[in-house]
C-alpha cells in the first residue's frame, strides 16, 4: 500500500466506491504524470478530507472530488469546499508542487457553475477538461495582488519594483 507524506499530512488510499466508474471513464489523464484515486488525508492519524482523485504532472497537482448525484452535490457546503480547496494547496506545496488545482465534478449537472470559489463541472465535461492552476505560494499571490492595485493606479515605478520582486522570489523558489 503506498502512503505519501506531506508534513502535517499523510495520504493513504481507501477503498473504492462501485459509483466511480464513470468518473474514472471520463477523467482526462493525457496531461499527467500520475493518477491516486481515493485517497484519505490525516493529520494526526485523524481523517480530515478525502480526495476521490489525484493526479500529478512535473510542476503542478490537480484534486478532485466527485459525486455521483445533483443532490450528493448541493448537500456539500460550501465551507467544506473552501476547506478542501485549502488542504489540497497545502498537501500540494507541502509535496513540493508550485502550483495546484481543485475541481468538484458532477454527475447529471446541467452546466458548470462554482461553488466556495471552487470550479464544479459536469461529468461529461471532465473528459475536455484543461486543468487551472493557482499557486501554492501565497506570497506570491498576494505580491500579484499588489501588483494588480498598483498597476490600475497607474504606479509604473512601484509596479516595476515590485515584478522585480516577484521574479527574485520565483529564483529562489526554482
Not at 491516486?36 to 493526479?55: G, P, Q
Not at 447529471?108 to 471532465?126: I, N, R
Amino acid at each position: 500500500m503506498i502512503e505519501l507524506t506531506s508534513d502535517p499530512y499523510i495520504l493513504k488510499p481507501r477503498a473504492t466506491p462501485t459509483t466511480e466508474a464513470d468518473f474514472r471513464i471520463h477523467l482526462n489523464i493525457g496531461w499527467c504524470r500520475g493518477v491516486l484515486f481515493n485517497v484519505v488525508a490525516l493529520k494526526n492519524s485523524i481523517a480530515i478530507v478525502e480526495y476521490d482523485a489525484l493526479l500529478w504532472s512535473d510542476e503542478a497537482m490537480m484534486f478532485l472530488e466527485y459525486k455521483d448525484s445533483v443532490a450528493a452535490y448541493k448537500d456539500l457546503s460550501s465551507r467544506r469546499v473552501q476547506q478542501m480547496n485549502s488542504y489540497a494547496k497545502n498537501i500540494a506545496r507541502g509535496l513540493g508542487y508550485k502550483k495546484y488545482t481543485f475541481i468538484v465534478v458532477v454527475k447529471a449537472l446541467d452546466e458548470a457553475a462554482t461553488k466556495g470559489g471552487v470550479e464544479v463541472l459536469p461529468l461529461v465535461s471532465l473528459g475536455n477538461y484543461q486543468p487551472k492552476f493557482s499557486s501554492t505560494i501565497t506570497e506570491l499571490d498576494y505580491l500579484d495582488k499588489v501588483i494588480a492595485k498598483f498597476t490600475r493606479e497607474n504606479k509604473d515605478d512601484v509596479v516595476n519594483e515590485l515584478e522585480k520582486l516577484r521574479k527574485i522570489f520565483e529564483m529562489e523558489l526554482a
